[in-house]
């Protein structure tokens, strides 16, 4: 159950066991009751699992921090010199002086680096309670020692074995003899001392190297291939000559009849005393692999914010009428990314994550109907009626703090199946740590520095160690990866290095370089920092503008972004022919009949380019307008299931004779209208595709104008972040859950005295009394004014133990000062367990 058994012996008898100045704690317990409030806060602030629920006293906060999921979430989050110096006291004498555990980083040798950095790791474990006691008796809790000494099923990470003792155990009496005779050392009268005089001689210096003088060369050999791990080795029935030398002096030990190991005392021997093989004391440097002028950066990054927003909208416009299908297993299919990935010119893991970072900024979601399709949400509208740094700013917000990551599509889940851009499965819980902690990491390196990838890398696996071994350390890596590319692709970062809007953004200094402490941020909104971010990215985006420039050949140049009104039109009368620093738009037939089908007559459109072009409206263009404007129209098409009429019935008879037309089944009803079996959408298609201007009509024979914006979702919510275990407290819940541990811990810990005839009470068990005893000792107390221990069980039926002052007592209540919750409370007689006078008076 791990530290939790050893905790609860602070209440055994209901007597407080108070540590008197200069005592060692005995407990886990005792060592945070013996702490201040300060580092209370700390380890609830670094492990914030502990205050699910806030616990009711500091033993219980001492079994929970015990217990094995806790411990493993603690060393999780542990750097690797901390790691280190954890998994050194768990292959260290408990407890372990602190000289010992520096020697058993250092070695024989003194190494500076360690000196100055054990104090900090030692400090780091004993804030987050994985090591508690003072440097002469450093204890690690013994969920943690379990988790990291070294076993059979469990190699450790130093590479170490078992020690001696362990080794040993089960050993016959006779066979240990025989052992420490072969060592040269005196017959023993019982297997300890055998046992004891062994690892006495590993662990001498002088007497180890003596005996290992007399080792043939051979047998040396075997020892250096298995001093650094792993320890085990395996043996033929008859071993060769060194390895029975070896195994008859107790150097290698048998572990099962074809197994051995060498103990951990002599592997410390021939490591010259150290339990890691490179002890990393200090973190590896995160260099720069280039440098820019900031302005460079905050110029690079700009102009690739503005290509992301551009992007973001053309996606979403080209969504408007209603996206993709969704698939039954939710999520977009392969050729519909495709699709997606050409129609915005990028390679198709790019367009899953424009994808996911529309939809993870709330802007794009399924709409819910039978035939489920993809289109931009209400949200989309607001979005686009702010100016571009702030949408930018939402954009950049939403993907620091997306679980979704859009680097996993294209590969499978657990199940095999594979996973889909918009679809179930791409949430990663680490991915905001790694964004942030990337983005840390540059923001250390002086401004217009682009850190280095391998460097960086090194880094992150140095911060985790644990994340980053096993199945999760390529996924990690992975995210770090990810982030550096799409920082770039949004404009967080330009030419590598990190812009100063993504500073702001991220809560970092601005005007200097940011110190590894800025990666835990500043107290600051996460919309106070949007909201600077966008004030300091507006000044480095292009202008909008509110004009265009016709040309003879029919295409217009906007020589750059352009305001929202003229976009939208623009983008429906003509089409993109090119994007970069300005943006070329054609005019085709088609587009111009799809600006007339959104409503507009010729003379709307002429009047429009009219007001909005710096040069005169070409004669081209004005002739291709009025000519489609002369034939829209002219065909109409309703729904019989769809029928085509006009009044130029030549007409009909063209496309009757048309060969392309068959595929319709189209059939005259009357000299001006012609049946169809396709259905109008399908009708009108066709007739577009052999040429004709048809217009969509009623019920009512009226032209029915389409809209190009006419499609939303019902409003959605973004999708809300996986977290990553309990989100960190801030300091309000912080202050109260110290505040409401040590008044719990008050009145556990209370010295009281049991009534005569009662029997003592087990630990945690609460007091019992008759209703009449009940009575009479609190109307006692709050005649005399002393204090008493009451046991409560509220309306929830959850029990809790109290310390109050009773101030009146009347009508079946009890009012008085409660010492744990610090603040005058009533509490009905009834839901009263029991209770008990205090040993001496408490305040």
């Known amino acids: 159950m791990g530290i939790g058994g050893i905790g609860e012996l602070d209440r055994e008898a209901h007597v407080p066991k108070e540590t008197g100045a200069g005592a060692a704690p005995r407990t886990l317990a005792e060592a945070l009751r013996a702490g201040g409030d300060e580092g209370l806060a700390a380890l609830l602030r670094a492990r914030p699992d502990l205050l699910s629920?806030?616990?009711?006293?500091?033993?219980?906060?001492?079994?929970?921090?015990?217990?094995?999921?806790?411990?493993?979430?603690?060393?999780?989050?542990?750097?690797?010199?901390?790691?280190?110096?954890?998994?050194?006291?768990?292959?260290?004498?408990?407890?372990?002086?602190?000289?010992?555990?520096?020697?058993?980083?250092?070695?024989?040798?003194?190494?500076?680096?360690?000196?100055?950095?054990?104090?900090?790791?030692v400090g780091v474990l004993r804030e987050q309670a994985l090591v508690w006691g003072d440097d002469e008796r450093l204890r690690l809790v013994r969920t943690a020692r379990e988790l990291l000494a070294p076993s059979a099923q469990h190699p450790s990470p130093t590479g170490l074995g078992p020690s001696v003792a362990e080794a040993t155990a089960g050993m016959s009496p006779g066979r240990l003899q025989e052992i420490i005779a072969a060592a040269g050392l005196p017959a023993t009268h019982d297997p300890v001392s055998a046992v004891a005089a062994l690892t006495e001689l590993f662990t001498d210096r002088t007497r180890m190297a003596a005996l290992l003088d007399t080792a043939p060369p051979e047998a040396l050999a075997v020892l250096d291939r298995l001093v650094w791990g792993p320890p085990y080795g395996e043996v033929t029935a008859d071993p060769a000559p060194p390895v029975r030398w070896l195994r008859d002096r107790g150097l290698l030990l048998p572990v099962s009849t074809r197994t051995v190991v060498l103990p951990r005392e002599a592997a410390l021997h021939l490591r010259g005393g150290r339990a890691h093989r490179v002890p990393e004391p200090v973190p590896p440097e995160v260099t720069a692999a280039r440098t820019y002028r900031p302005q460079v950066v905050d110029n690079a990054a700009a102009g690739q914010a503005h290509t992301a927003l551009a992007t973001v909208e053309e996606l979403l416009k080209s969504w408007d009428q209603g996206g993709p299908q969704v698939l039954r297993a939710g999520g977009l299919s392969v050729r519909d990314l495709k699709r997606t990935a050409a129609a915005l010119d990028v390679p198709e893991p790019t367009a899953a994550f424009w994808l996911e970072l529309a939809h993870g900024a709330g802007l794009l979601a399924s709409d819910g109907e039978a035939d489920e399709r993809y289109a931009p949400t209400p949200a989309y509208d607001d979005w686009l009626d702010l100016p571009p740094a702030e949408r930018w700013a939402a954009l950049a917000a939403a993907w620091l703090a997306a679980t979704r990551t859009a680097g996993v599509v294209g590969g499978q889940d657990a199940k095999g199946r594979t996973l889909s851009a918009l679809g179930p499965g791409l949430d990663r819980a680490q991915a905001p740590e790694v964004r942030r902690r990337v983005l840390a990491l540059q923001a250390a390196l002086p401004p217009g520095a682009a850190a280095d990838r391998d460097a960086l890398l090194a880094r992150l696996r140095w911060d985790r160690p644990l994340r980053s071994g096993g199945p999760l350390a390529d996924l990690r890596e992975q995210l770090a990866v990810w982030t550096l590319d799409e920082a770039e692709l949004l404009g967080v970062t330009g030419r590598g290095a990190l812009a100063t809007p993504a500073r702001a953004l991220l809560n970092l200094p601005l005007a200097e370089a940011a110190s590894d402490d800025a990666f835990h941020g500043h107290d600051c909104e996460p919309s106070v920092a949007a909201s600077r971010a966008a004030t300091l990215l507006a000044p480095l985006l292009p202008e909008a503008v509110d004009h265009v420039l016709l040309q003879a050949d029919l295409t217009a140049v906007a020589p750059g972004p352009l305001r929202r009104p003229l976009a939208d039109v623009l983008a429906v009368l003509a089409d993109v022919e090119s994007k970069g620093g300005a943006t070329v738009y054609r005019f085709t037939p088609g587009s111009v009949r799809r600006a007339l089908d959104a409503g507009r007559s010729a003379s709307d459109l002429k009047d429009f380019l009219t007001a909005h072009s710096r040069t005169p409206v070409p004669q081209p263009?004005?002739?291709?307008?009025?000519?489609?404007?002369?034939?829209?129209?002219?065909?109409?098409?309703?729904?019989?299931?769809?029928?085509?009429?006009?009044?130029?019935?030549?007409?009909?008879?063209?496309?009757?004779?048309?060969?392309?037309?068959?595929?319709?089944?189209?059939?005259?009803?009357?000299?001006?209208?012609?049946?169809?079996?396709?259905?109008?959408?399908?009708?009108?298609?066709?007739?577009?595709?052999?040429?004709?201007?048809?217009?969509?009509?009623?019920?009512?024979?009226?032209?029915?104008?389409?809209?190009?914006?006419?499609?939303?979702?019902?409003?959605?919510?973004?999708?809300?972040?996986?977290?990553?275990?309990?989100?960190?407290?801030?300091?309000?819940?912080?202050?109260?859950?110290?505040?409401?541990?040590?008044?719990?811990?008050?009145?556990?810990?209370?010295?009281?005295?049991?009534?005569?005839?009662?029997?003592?009470?087990?630990?945690?068990?609460?007091?019992?009394?008759?209703?009449?005893?009940?009575?009479?000792?609190?109307?006692?107390?709050?005649?005399?004014?002393?204090?008493?221990?009451?046991?409560?069980?509220?309306?929830?039926?959850?029990?809790?133990?109290?310390?109050?002052?009773?101030?009146?007592?009347?009508?079946?209540?009890?009012?008085?000062?409660?010492?744990?919750?610090?603040?005058?409370?009533t509490y009905p007689l009834h839901r009263i367990t029991g209770v008990a006078e205090l040993a001496e008076e408490e305040t």
């Open 621 to 825: 263009l004005a002739y291709l307008i009025d000519d489609v404007a002369r034939r829209h129209g002219h065909l109409r098409v309703g729904a019989a299931s769809a029928y085509v009429r006009c009044d130029d019935d030549a007409v009909l008879g063209e496309i009757l004779a048309d060969r392309r037309a068959a595929a319709l089944g189209l059939r005259r009803l009357a000299p001006t209208v012609l049946a169809a079996q396709a259905d109008p959408a399908s009708l009108l298609e066709g007739l577009r595709a052999m040429g004709y201007a048809p217009a969509a009509e009623s019920a009512e024979g009226d032209v029915l104008v389409t809209r190009a914006d006419a499609y939303r979702t019902p409003p959605r919510t973004a999708p809300a972040p996986v977290p990553d275990g309990p989100p960190a407290p801030d300091a309000t819940l912080l202050k109260a859950a110290v505040r409401a541990i040590r008044a719990g811990d008050h009145a556990a810990t209370a010295a009281r005295r049991e009534p005569s005839t009662a029997a003592p009470l087990a630990p945690g068990e609460l007091p019992r009394t008759s209703p009449a005893e009940t009575l009479a000792t609190v109307q006692a107390a709050a005649l005399t004014g002393s204090a008493v221990w009451i046991g409560y069980v509220n309306a929830e039926g959850a029990a809790s133990q109290r310390v109050i002052a009773p101030v009146r007592v009347e009508g079946g209540f009890v009012t008085g000062y409660d010492h744990t919750a610090d603040e005058v409370r």
């Open 53 to 121: 629920p806030v616990p009711n006293d500091l033993t219980q906060l001492a079994t929970r921090a015990g217990t094995r999921g806790s411990v493993v979430r603690a060393l999780e989050r542990l750097d690797r010199f901390a790691l280190q110096t954890a998994e050194a006291l768990a292959v260290a004498p408990d407890p372990a002086p602190y000289s010992v555990l520096l020697g058993l980083l250092s070695g024989d040798g003194a190494d500076p680096e360690i000196e100055a950095a054990l104090p900090r790791a």
